[in-house]
């Protein structure tokens, strides 16, 4: 089993471009995230989703938006790109949802937004 | 104030030394993760723990319900547990719940 797999690991942008993040888990979860990570900072929720077909948004959704067409992939994408958009992004899958059920990440995507 | 703090910040230990990392957050909780972070950036799940302490290997961890606090232990460190070691708390906000992650501690094991 590949886990959690992230596209593209890197990638740098310039202000105004738009780009899709992929991500794929092959361990049949209904529960899918995407995070941001930013120096000094912890994991912020960006987007998630409880089951194919449905998104939600997280703690710092504005700029992204997020879809779920097959269960085993969440990508999310990026309208205009903005430097504060600049971050390390990681992807996450769970069986469940709740505080119970441990989360598996990807390796993370570094974006850099010029 | 973030409801999930972590202490130290930093930490740099000899190899063997024996390493604590707290946690402590300010809601109430039915569980907390630990998580642990590697130089390359890839993060894997440690613990989930609810009540008591839990043991893999060198690692420990322990939870106090009523006092809103996990600490993190590592015996007999040795240089490969150079991580960022993160934990998180469940909230549930609006009816829907997440995990609200701390800043994480910086550990570097000298040789």
């Known amino acids: 089993n590949a886990g959690v797999t992230q596209t593209p690991k890197f990638r740098v942008l310039k202000t105004g471009q738009s780009m899709t993040l992929l991500c794929a888990q092959d361990?049949?979860?209904?529960?899918m995230y995407w995070y941001r990570q930013d120096p000094g900072m912890g994991l912020r929720l960006i987007h998630y989703s409880v089951g194919e077909g449905t998104t939600a948004k997280g703690e710092v959704p504005d700029g992204y938006n997020v879809s779920r067409l097959k269960k085993q992939n969440f990508l999310l994408g990026l309208e205009s790109a903005a430097p504060s958009q600049t971050s390390v992004y990681f992807c996450?899958?769970?069986?469940?949802?709740?505080?119970?059920?441990?989360?598996?990440f990807g390796p993370g995507t570094r974006l850099t937004v010029l | 104030k973030n409801e999930v703090e972590q202490s130290p910040q930093n930490l740099t230990a000899q190899e063997g030394e024996f390493i604590t990392i707290n946690c402590s957050y300010s809601v109430g909780i039915s569980a907390l993760h630990w998580l642990q972070q590697h130089p390359g950036g890839g993060i894997v799940s440690l613990f989930m723990?609810?009540?008591g302490k839990k043991k893999h290997g060198r690692l420990i961890a322990t939870i106090n319900i009523q006092e809103k606090h996990s600490s993190l232990h590592i015996t007999a460190s040795h240089p490969r547990d150079s991580a960022v070691y993160i934990c998180?708390?469940?909230?549930?906000?609006?009816?829907?719940?997440?995990?609200?992650f701390g800043k994480g501690t910086k550990l570097t094991v000298n040789p």
């Open positions: 998180a708390a469940p909230l549930t906000q609006g009816g829907s719940e997440k995990l609200v």
């Open positions: 361990m049949n979860h209904e529960y």
């Open positions: 996450a899958s769970s069986y469940s949802r709740g505080a119970n059920n441990e989360q598996f």
């Open positions: 723990l609810s009540s």
